[in-house]
């Protein structure tokens, strides 16, 4: 099933909720039946695309990106009266700068994503570091909220094992940052 629905139709449904609430969206509280499938797709770079053209428009993306929820492996646009639908190829968002910063003499690190939200790693919104068994490259991943994950830009990666310490971990060398009391694996270090 698809829909023919444009943007800018999704878009004047998600403005109305962020006037009627502040900041996000209560995606949580709306549970409309599954509508259609739509023709968007988020790329693993972070681009949003409509019909197979990009969206570039950053204020458009953003909205859109207040009101996806993921349940499962599927991902859906969500209003008070439809869900919809969508592709993404890995995660939906990614984290394209890091700021290292301490609060209380604590390390915090705080990552901001392509749609501009600012995420601080800790126990609610955890590190992991998945490893592709082939290659042997990790793939960073950094929860922002309810379920949704941002993989982390290589550059940011980097930027993050270069402030990583050194951990003895159950008789290995890890690579180990903290954020806000937390201690995140990055990878072990091979002998």
């Known amino acids: 099933m698809s ?17 009627d609430g502040q900041g996000l969206p209560p995606v949580h509280k709306w549970h409309p039946e599954y509508t259609a499938e739509i023709d968007m797709r ?44 969508i592709q993404v190829e890995d995660v939906p968002f990614v984290a394209i700068t890091l700021e290292l910063l301490a609060e209380k003499d604590e390390p915090l690190l705080a ?31 950094l929860l922002v909220r309810d379920n949704l994950e941002a993989l982390i830009h290589r550059n940011v990666f980097y930027q993050l094992v270069q402030s990583a310490r050194t951990e003895s971990i159950d008789g290995s060398d890890w690579l180990v940052v903290s954020s806000r009391g937390e201690r995140f694996r990055l990878g072990p270090l091979e002998g």
């Open 42 to 85: 988020i790329a693993r770079d972070g681009r949003w695309y409509y019909q197979g053209t990009p969206i570039n428009r950053p204020a458009m993306v953003r909205l859109f990106s207040t009101i996806l929820r993921r349940e499962g492996d599927r991902y859906f646009l969500v209003t008070p009266v439809e869900k919809l639908g």
């Open 3 to 19: 829909d023919d629905r444009q943007p800018e139709q999704i878009l004047a449904i998600i403005e109305q909720a962020e006037k």
């Open 111 to 141: 990552f901001t994503t392509n749609v501009g939200a600012t995420v601080i790693a800790d126990a609610r919104h955890p590190l992991r570091v998945e490893t592709d068994p082939e290659s042997g490259e990790p793939a960073p991943y």
